[in-house]
Structures are given as C-alpha cells and as structure tokens.
Nanobody
Framework: QVQLVESGGGLVQAGGSLRLSCTVSGIIFSIDAMGWYRQAPGKQRDVVALITSGGATNYADSVKGRFTISRDNVKNTVYLQMNSLKAEDTAVYHC??????????WGQGTQVTVSS
C-alpha cells in the first residue's frame, strides 16, 4: 500500500509562485509514475503533470511553461513548482501514484488559491 502526503498549498497573488510537495511511503516498487492532479469547484479532477520512474515528464497544455514536476528519489518526494500563477489555477491539488493508467493511491489534497 502507498501513502501520499501533500504540503505547500496556500493563498498567492496572480503572477506569484508556490511549490507543492508530496512525500511517498509504503510499497512503492510497482509505481510507474507520480502525478499531480487538480479539481476546481464543480469541475472534474484533471491531470496537471506526470513524471515517470525514469524521469520523463508530461504536462497539461494549460500549465506548460509555468509548472515543473520533479522528484527526489532519496527523499521519496515529488514536487510541483508553480510559477506565473493565474486565478484559473485555483483548485485542490492532489498527488497520485500510478500503475500504468490506473491511480493506485491519492493524497488528501492541498488547496491552492490564486487571487486576481
């Protein structure tokens, strides 16, 4: 079983930056990729960024050039650096552990609010 704990959310003005962290513990040998998803009120949960065990990354079009996903395998932590934040980035951000296309575990979520 995999456990995920996020931190780093908060309130920031438009144009500002935040860094989210996700600490991973438990049985992680079968995890293929880690990802960040977000869910705004009344909307579905969408993928924001993914990073594979090999370090390959993929981003939603809406965050390309502004967000960067990275991982520290020694600390078992995944990060999401968010720059040039916009009001439409406001959402609850969830860390996820994936096996293929299947999400094996979710974090509890951290709120990011961007004021315009």
């Amino acid at each position: 079983q995999v456990q995920l704990v996020e931190s780093g959310g908060g309130l920031v003005q438009a144009g500002g930056s935040l860094r989210l962290s996700c600490t991973v513990s438990g049985i992680i040998f079968s995890i293929d990729a880690m990802g960040w998803y977000r869910q705004a009120p009344g909307k579905q949960r969408d993928v924001v960024a993914l990073i594979t065990s090999g370090g390959a990354t993929n981003y939603a079009d809406s965050v390309k050039g502004r967000f960067t996903i990275s991982r520290d395998n020694v600390k078992n932590t995944v990060y999401l650096q968010m720059n040039s934040l916009k009001a439409e980035d406001t959402a609850v951000y969830h860390c996820a552990a994936r096996r293929g296309a299947f999400v094996a575990a979710w974090g509890q979520g951290t709120q990011v609010t961007v004021s315009s």
